[in-house]
């Protein structure tokens, strides 16, 4: 399968802390890849070096074959990205503000998308409602319809079902898995609940310290951490055993 | 900066996005009506008073209301770019706009297009306060008019750029440059007065600044004389190379934007 990204010995450094040391990740088409870690472990830089919006220090990153940052642009016309902590423009309908982002990612007449992308998650009845009156599930699900409107070859989420109702995040599951199946787009997502991942992704690549520990399935990870589900290899690998699995380790208290 | 082509299709996706926020924020009108309209009636009425003496008194009105009309054009073009941009950070709506294929210069483009509606209001505006109660007509300054409206517009946009490097490296603490640069600027270029006014100590800063010729070039047309191109060629050279330093800062105060990692005072 030809690889839509690729990160390779990516390391950055903010004063003295090391917030990413020597990531390799290839995500491949179709794919659906979780990035976890716990806080700080570099989740979101390292996402954040892959959109070009944080240069690496050493490494490089290359989309569907576009080296950034000098192919950046031609690069994120195959991304689509939004994250649980961004806001959607204030000021700005629904439709405008999708109309926005499909025309900056290249669709001449974004509407026929807009209306299809909003039904796919069944949210077509707040196209007209402001965005600064949606509730956080309704601007989750408006950030996702941004983020796949132009059908991109790789989809990047940054912990979007965090604070979501089980409905919601239901909705976001089934509508991220018809996108992947129907598009063929790769997913590559963050989140801090577990349960979701073993249900959404096929691959969990685990950051700590910045640096890659496990790359595997998720029931793989768990099996090789000696857990029952990926929740308590998370406890586990966060606990700092990345490097030394400990089969019969109770797990951390809270 | 981004290699390439710029899209019309994202350049006007960016106007059109301003477009959206100013229907629904009234308020940022004032910046093309009200405080216009405000300065033609300050320096109008000024002009008119000290203009009752004769003799120099009328060559500062003309001087006064022509300053104040063509200054505008700076205003307008400089505020509007810039806050432009800070409306993005106001609405946290930067890291939205940096991952997509948007490259900076259509950015730019995109905010400069609506800003040139805002500016048509503005400056119309002013010039039309002027006419009626003041009976000046700025068209009166001839075709001269239109090379030094061009200059003072580049001007503004360079201006802007600068602000914009400021605030993408030290934060949205710098955004006061926004509105207060211009406040420097304004007294060093002459809009008013011949530069030899100034002390002496600020000839050559003022002489520096491309905005000083173009304000001497509009003072010689008003006092009846030739378009003076070599006042209007300085002006033009010194907006090329003030454009030109602002691109580099700009670009350069990206590059330390994502090094450092300042997204993350944006989302």
């Known amino acids: 399968m030809e690889p839509v990204f690729q990160a390779h010995q990516l390391v950055k450094r903010y004063r003295d802390t090391l917030a990413v040391n020597g990531v390799d990740l290839m995500v491949h088409a179709g794919e659906r890849v979780a990035l976890l870690g716990p806080n700080g472990a570099g989740k979101t830089t390292t996402l954040m070096m892959l959109l070009g919006v944080i240069s690496p220090d050493s490494g490089w990153v290359e989309v569907v074959g576009h080296r950034l940052p000098h192919g950046r642009s031609e690069a994120l016309a195959h991304v689509g990205f939004s994250a649980g902590y961004m806001p959607l423009a204030e000021r700005l309908r629904v439709r405008e503000f999708l109309r926005t982002y499909g025309e900056l990612y290249g669709l001449e007449?974004?509407?026929?998308?807009?209306?299809?992308?909003?039904?796919?998650?069944?949210?077509?009845?707040?196209?007209?409602?402001?965005?600064?009156?949606?509730?956080?599930?309704?601007?989750?699900?408006?950030?996702?319809?941004?983020?796949?409107?132009?059908?991109?070859?790789?989809?990047?989420?940054?912990?979007?079902?965090?604070?979501?109702?089980?409905?919601?995040?239901?909705?976001?599951?089934?509508?991220?898995?018809?996108?992947?199946?129907?598009?063929?787009?790769?997913?590559?997502?963050?989140?801090h609940n577990m349960l979701e991942i073993e249900r959404l992704c096929e691959r969990v690549v685990f950051l700590s310290g910045g640096r890659v520990i496990a790359d595997d399935r998720p029931d793989a990870i768990a099996k090789r951490f000696g857990r029952d589900d990926l929740e308590?290899?998370?406890?586990?690998?966060?606990?700092?055993?990345?490097?030394?699995?400990?089969?019969?380790?109770?797990?951390r208290p809270a | 900066m981004s290699s390439g082509s710029l899209s019309w299709i994202r350049v006007r996706a960016i106007a059109r996005r301003h477009t959206y926020v100013l229907k629904r924020s009234p308020h940022r009108l004032f910046d093309v009506t009200v405080w216009p309209l405000v300065d033609v009636l300050l320096?109008?009425?000024?002009?008119?008073?000290?203009?009752?003496?004769?003799?120099s008194g009328e060559k500062a009105f003309g001087y006064l209301l022509g300053g104040?009309?063509?200054?505008?054009?700076?205003?307008?073009?400089?505020?509007?770019?810039?806050?432009?941009?800070?409306?993005?950070t106001w609405s946290r709506n930067l890291l939205n706009l940096m991952v997509t294929p948007l490259k900076e210069a259509e950015y730019v483009a995109g905010v400069a297009l609506f800003g040139m509606a805002k500016l048509v209001v503005g400056v119309g505006l002013t010039a039309l306060l002027a006419l009626i109660a003041y009976a000046f007509d700025v068209?009166?300054?001839?075709?001269?008019?239109?090379?030094?409206?061009?200059?003072?517009?580049?001007?503004?946009?360079?201006?802007?750029?600068?602000?914009?490097?400021v605030v993408l490296r030290f934060g949205s603490g710098a955004e006061a440059l926004a509105w207060g640069i211009l406040f420097a600027v304004m007294p060093l270029s002459g809009v008013f007065y011949p530069?030899?006014?100034?002390?002496?100590?600020?000839?050559?800063?003022?002489?520096?600044?491309?905005?000083?010729?173009?304000?001497?070039?509009?003072?010689?047309?008003?006092?009846?004389?030739?378009?003076?191109?070599?006042?209007?060629?300085?002006a033009a050279v010194g907006a090329a190379v003030l454009a030109g330093l602002a691109l580099l800062f700009l670009t350069k105060m990206l590059g330390v934007f994502r090094k450092r990692g300042f997204i993350s005072r944006y989302a």
């Open chain 1, 109 to 191: 007449n974004p509407f026929e998308r807009i209306e299809e992308e909003l039904e796919r998650f069944h949210i077509g009845h707040l196209s007209s409602t402001m965005c600064t009156e949606l509730s956080s599930g309704q601007r989750t699900l408006i950030g996702i319809v941004k983020a796949t409107l132009h059908r991109p070859r790789l989809i990047v989420l940054d912990e979007p079902t965090a604070s979501l109702d089980p409905d919601v995040a239901l909705r976001v599951r089934t509508g991220l898995r018809d996108v992947c199946r129907d598009e063929g787009s790769a997913l590559l997502i963050t989140s």
């Open chain 1, 232 to 251: 308590g290899a998370f406890l586990h690998l966060a606990g700092g055993h990345g490097q030394m699995p400990l089969p019969q380790e109770t797990d």
């Open chain 2, 43 to 55: 320096f109008g009425s000024i002009g008119a008073f000290v203009g009752q003496g004769g003799g």
């Open chain 2, 68 to 88: 104040i009309i063509l200054w505008h054009v700076v205003y307008q073009s400089q505020i509007s770019l810039s806050t432009g941009f800070l409306e993005e």
């Open chain 2, 139 to 165: 068209t009166d300054i001839g075709w001269g008019l239109l090379p030094i409206a061009a200059i003072l517009l580049f001007v503004g946009w360079s201006i802007a750029l600068f602000v914009i490097g």
């Open chain 2, 195 to 234: 530069v030899e006014a100034l002390p002496g100590l600020l000839h050559p800063v003022a002489l520096a600044l491309p905005t000083t010729h173009a304000f001497a070039a509009m003072r010689a047309i008003l006092d009846g004389r030739s378009i003076p191109w070599d006042r209007v060629a300085l």
